[in-house]
Every structure is written in structure tokens, then in C-alpha cells.
């Protein structure tokens, strides 16, 4: 039996475009937090399952020309590697959907989609959700958690339409970074200080996943017994 849950929403911010400075920085520690941390005390620590043997993947690129979303579905999907690496976690893409935004629930719906063991990805116009303020580049979480496992069912991101149209020469870092952060999220990870962590709530145009959220997600990830 799955509970759904709305969540308090964790965004990531812009355009602070600044590259962190790692020099004469401590050692980097490896910290994360959980997505739940002070959300939801029963949440703490939920993540997906290595039991789930077909997570897909879904994107609504209505908002993008046909050639900015071929490129950012490959983008998209780097993410998406670079996490099951992580996590042991396997993401099936299963291609272009045309969903539903609820401004009210902020879900992501279609009359295809699963409802279960997927991840919805959206490029909205900004227009489109009072969330995507000036500086706010997107937004990701989970949507649906088995509360008695803790295990995370379902999840949506959700992608500001004119920061993947950008032709700035920042963009793509930018969107590799956000892609990852907000995934980050999906995975069930929380946002921490540290300026070299992808879950930094501020985009320093990072393209790898650090020990710290490489720990983490392996930490809320379910083995499969
Ligand atoms: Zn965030």
C-alpha cells in the first residue's frame, strides 16, 4: 500500500553562477542529508529500491524545439547515469510524454504515465509555475513514498523551459549541475553547505557527483534481499 505525500518543495537557486573556489578549503567531508530532514520525521532516510527492477523515466519537452530536446534528453540522461552508478539503481528511459502541471499539487500527470516506479521530468515555461521565480532554475522530489519501508515509489523534477533554451556559454555546466541537484532530490537526498556538493542549493556549475552524495544516495538506497 503506497501513501502519497505532497512535499514542502526544495528548490535550487540562480543565478549565483560564481564557480565555487576550492582551493585552501578543508578536506571536503562527506555529509549529506536526507530530503526528509525536517520535512517529515517519518520520511527520514526514504529512498528507492534496488528491488525495483524497472524504474523508467519520462520528459514532457513540449516547451523546447525539437533539436534543444534531443540534446537535453542526453543531458538528462547522462544524470540518470551518473546516479545509477551511485545508487546500483537501474532508469529505463521510456520517452517524450505531454503532462499535466498542477499549480496547486505541483505533480506531474499523464494519462500514460505509471504511477509507480517512474520519474516525471518536465521543462516548464516559466510562466507556468509560480515556483520558477527570477532565480529559480527547477525543482525535484519525490512524490510518492511507502511510509512503512520508506521506500520512494515515484518522483517528479521540473526544469525552467528558458534555462535549457540558453545559449549562454555557462548553460551547459549550469544544466548538468541542475539536472544532477534535482535528481539528487528524486533520489531522496536533502540540500547540504558544502559549495563542492552537487546538493549545494546554489548552482556552481558542477558536473560530477561528489563522495558526499555518492555516500548518501548509497546510504537511503534499499539493497534488495
Ligand atoms: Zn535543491
Same mark, same amino acid.
Given at each position: 500500500?503506497?501513501?502519497?505525500?505532497? /512535499?514542502?518543495?526544495?528548490?535550487? =537557486?540562480?543565478?549565483?553562477?560564481?564557480?565555487?573556489?576550492?582551493?585552501?578549503? @578543508?578536506?571536503?567531508?562527506?555529509?549529506?542529508?536526507? /530530503?526528509?530532514?525536517?520535512?517529515?520525521?517519518? $520520511?527520514?532516510?526514504?529512498? +528507492?529500491?534496488?528491488?525495483?527492477?524497472?524504474?523508467? +523515466?519520462?520528459?514532457?519537452?513540449?516547451?523546447?524545439?525539437?533539436?534543444?530536446?534531443?540534446?537535453?534528453?542526453?543531458?538528462?540522461?547522462?544524470?540518470?547515469?551518473? +546516479?545509477?552508478?551511485?545508487?546500483?539503481?537501474?532508469?529505463?528511459? &521510456?520517452? #517524450?510524454?505531454?503532462?499535466? %502541471?498542477?499549480?496547486?499539487?505541483?505533480? *506531474? &500527470?499523464?494519462?500514460?504515465?505509471?504511477?509507480?516506479?517512474?520519474?516525471?521530468?518536465? /521543462?516548464?515555461?516559466?510562466?507556468?509555475? @509560480?515556483? $520558477?521565480?527570477?532565480?529559480? %532554475?527547477?525543482?525535484?522530489? @519525490? #512524490?510518492?513514498?511507502?511510509?512503512?519501508?520508506? #521506500?520512494?515509489?515515484?518522483?517528479?523534477?521540473?526544469?525552467?523551459?528558458?534555462?535549457?533554451?540558453?545559449?549562454?556559454?555557462?548553460?551547459? !555546466?549550469?544544466?548538468? !549541475?541542475? %539536472? *544532477?541537484?534535482? *535528481?539528487?532530490?528524486?533520489?531522496? $537526498?536533502?540540500?547540504?553547505?558544502?559549495?563542492?556538493?552537487?546538493? !549545494?542549493?546554489?548552482?556552481?556549475? $558542477?558536473?560530477? *557527483?561528489? @563522495?558526499?552524495?555518492?555516500?548518501? =544516495?548509497?546510504?537511503? #538506497?534499499?539493497?534488495? !534481499?
Amino acid at each position: 500500500m503506497s501513501t502519497s505525500v505532497v /512535499f514542502l518543495l526544495s528548490l535550487i =537557486a540562480g543565478p549565483s553562477l560564481a564557480v565555487a573556489d576550492t582551493k585552501g578549503l @578543508p578536506k571536503q567531508k562527506v555529509t549529506f542529508s536526507s /530530503f526528509f530532514d525536517g520535512k517529515n520525521e517519518n $520520511l527520514i532516510d526514504s529512498g +528507492w529500491s534496488q528491488c525495483q527492477m524497472d524504474i523508467t +523515466w519520462s520528459v514532457d519537452t513540449d516547451a523546447l524545439a525539437p533539436k534543444v530536446a534531443s540534446r537535453e534528453i542526453r543531458r538528462l540522461n547522462s544524470a540518470f547515469e551518473q +546516479w545509477s552508478d551511485a545508487t546500483g539503481l537501474n532508469f529505463r528511459f &521510456t520517452g #517524450t510524454d505531454h503532462m499535466t %502541471y498542477s499549480t496547486s499539487t505541483n505533480q *506531474l &500527470t499523464s494519462e500514460t504515465m505509471p504511477r509507480e516506479d517512474h520519474i516525471a521530468v518536465a /521543462f516548464l515555461p516559466a510562466r507556468m509555475s @509560480p515556483l $520558477l521565480s527570477e532565480n529559480v %532554475y527547477g525543482f525535484g522530489m @519525490p #512524490t510518492s513514498v511507502i511510509a512503512s519501508t520508506r #521506500t520512494i515509489v515515484a518522483g517528479a523534477m521540473v526544469v525552467k523551459a528558458e534555462i535549457a533554451r540558453s545559449k549562454t556559454r555557462s548553460a551547459p !555546466n549550469v544544466l548538468d !549541475n541542475l %539536472y *544532477l541537484h534535482e *535528481l539528487g532530490h528524486v533520489m531522496g $537526498l536533502g540540500h547540504v553547505k558544502d559549495s563542492r556538493s552537487i546538493m !549545494n542549493p546554489i548552482i556552481h556549475k $558542477l558536473t560530477e *557527483l561528489s @563522495p558526499g552524495e555518492r555516500s548518501g =544516495a548509497q546510504s537511503v #538506497t534499499k539493497l534488495c !534481499n
